[in-house]
């Protein structure tokens, strides 16, 4: 199971973090991705950290902005998320993979309930 927190309402330029905690599943086995979907858009990738090395991947609307970092020992991975912008409003999502890294959606195995972040202009 998973449980994304940390969301919420922020104004444009701030700041979030959101975590993902796991229950029943080691993180050290899974490459855990960040997603998001916005009302009336198909869900997109947001970011990723591999399960083979901590190597982080991210999508190009996100890069310098976001940062994907786990804690294993607490088996729960953050999305440090700063400068955020309207476009980034959205239900955020985690998600763990057995694949060695993907942003795609259709890679990932178990999913979140999904955690509301809306930033304001």
């Known amino acids: 199971q998973l449980v994304e927190s940390g969301g919420g309402l922020v104004q444009a330029g701030g700041s979030l973090r959101l975590s993902c905690a796991a229950s029943g599943l080691t993180f050290d086995d899974y490459t855990i991705g960040w997603f998001r979907q916005a009302p009336g858009k198909e869900r997109e990738a947001v970011s990723c950290?591999?399960?083979?090395?901590?190597?982080?991947y991210y999508a190009d609307s996100v890069k310098g902005r976001f940062t994907v970092s786990s804690d294993n020992a607490k088996n729960t991975v953050y999305l440090q998320m700063i400068s955020l912008k309207p476009e980034d409003t959205a239900v955020y999502y985690c998600?763990?993979?057995?694949?060695?890294?993907?942003?795609?959606?259709?890679?990932?195995?178990?999913w979140g309930q999904g955690t509301q972040v809306t930033v304001s202009s």
């Open positions: 950290i591999s399960r083979s090395d901590g190597s982080t």
């Open positions: 998600a763990a993979g057995t694949v060695v890294a993907s942003l795609m959606p259709g890679a990932y195995e178990y």
